[in-house]
């Protein structure tokens, strides 16, 4: 599982790093504002890849993504790009502890919200930026009592949230989308 969390995010980055120069060349949907699927409202299951800052250890599990649009044009006129707010709620399991060899775990509840500004590259393809927070809240349990998390059997907090992402249109109420960032990776599927 290891290897997997620190080999996903290498490989979005490559299939967006050799996928972006074709698509930018084959289409010039970008210079047509407005050129974009209209939506009232996204919504995206997904599956997550967590990071070992809120709880050490491998972490995975789901959630949920609701953008609704707030501009249809975005913040640069001459090009084609869109504004939404995004909020959602994510489970996710940590398998780890603070001490090597523990056998503890823990779940948290994450609750993002960010200004999803969103540019279509391409007829099928968008790639979108997401500054915000997230609210969260951790369960933990199977604490041996020398391990920190035995301390505070809960806990909750905000911390900043930073997502780049992408979408691949099947159609204009279907995409796959891929979201990398702080405080996870995803993979899901949005309906428009």
């Known amino acids: 599982m290891d290897f997997f969390r620190r080999t996903v995010p290498v490989g979005f980055l490559l299939a967006a790093g050799t996928l972006a120069p074709s698509v930018a060349r084959a289409d010039e949907t970008i210079r047509n504002p407005g050129d974009h699927p209209n939506y009232a409202v996204e919504v995206e299951p997904h599956l997550n890849l967590g990071w070992d800052d809120l709880f050490p250890g491998d972490s995975f599990g789901f959630g949920v993504r609701v953008s609704i649009p707030l501009l249809d044009r975005g913040f640069v006129k001459t090009i084609n790009d869109t504004i939404a707010i995004s909020f959602g709620a994510d489970l996710l399991h940590f398998s780890g502890c603070y001490i090597p060899g523990s056998s ?89």
């Open 104 to 192: 503890c775990s823990a779940n948290f509840l994450l609750l993002p919200v960010a200004m999803q500004w969103n540019f279509y590259v391409a007829h099928n393809w968008s790639v979108f930026g997401e500054p915000g927070l997230f609210i969260y809240h951790g369960f933990f349990n199977d604490c041996p009592a020398n391990v920190q998390c035995q301390n505070t059997p809960s806990e909750t907090g905000v911390q900043p949230a930073i997502f780049v992402g992408g979408r691949y249109y099947f159609n204009e109420h279907t995409a796959l989308t891929m979201r990398l960032g702080f405080p996870t990776v995803s993979i899901g599927v949005s309906f428009l």
